[in-house]
C-alpha cells in the first residue's frame, strides 16, 4: 500500500519550508509593509483632516464674530448718521421758523407804517374832501330843486 519515504518527506518538507521562506521575503514581508504604510498614511490623512476641520471651524467662529461685530458697527454708524440728520433737519426747520417769523415782523411793521402813512394822507385831504362832496351835493341838490 502506501509506503512512506522519510527522505521524499524531508526533501518535500524542506521544499515547503525554503518556499515558505521564499514567499515570506519576497511577498508577505513586502506586502505586510505596504499595508502598514498605507494605513500609517491614512492614519496621518485624517488627522490632518481632524486639525483642518478644527481650523475651519475656528475660522468659520472667527467670521462670525467679524461679521457681528461689523453689524453693530454698521447700526452705530447708521443710528449716528440718522440722528445727525434729524438734529441738521430740525435746526434747518427751526432756522426757516425764525426767517419767516422776521418775515413777518417785518411786513406788520411796513403795514402799519403804510396804515399811518393812509391815515396821515386822508386826514390831510379829509378837509378837501368834505369841501369837494359839499359842493357836489349842492349841485345835486340845485338840480333836483330846478326839476321840480
Known sequence: MLETDFLTMLIETG????????????????????MEKRDAKLADELKAVSNNTDEAKRYEEEIASILEKAKVEANNIRKAATDEA?????????????KIEAEKQAFYAELEAKKAELANVLESNSNELKDMLSTKL????WK????H
Open 15 to 34: 521544499i515547503f519550508l525554503v518556499t515558505l521562506i521564499l514567499l515570506n521575503q519576497w511577498l508577505f514581508k513586502p506586502l505586510l509593509s505596504f
Open 86 to 98: 434729524k438734529k441738521e433737519a430740525v435746526l434747518m426747520v427751526e432756522s426757516e421758523v425764525a
Open 138 to 141: 349842492k349841485g345835486i341838490a
Open 144 to 147: 333836483k330843486l330846478s326839476l
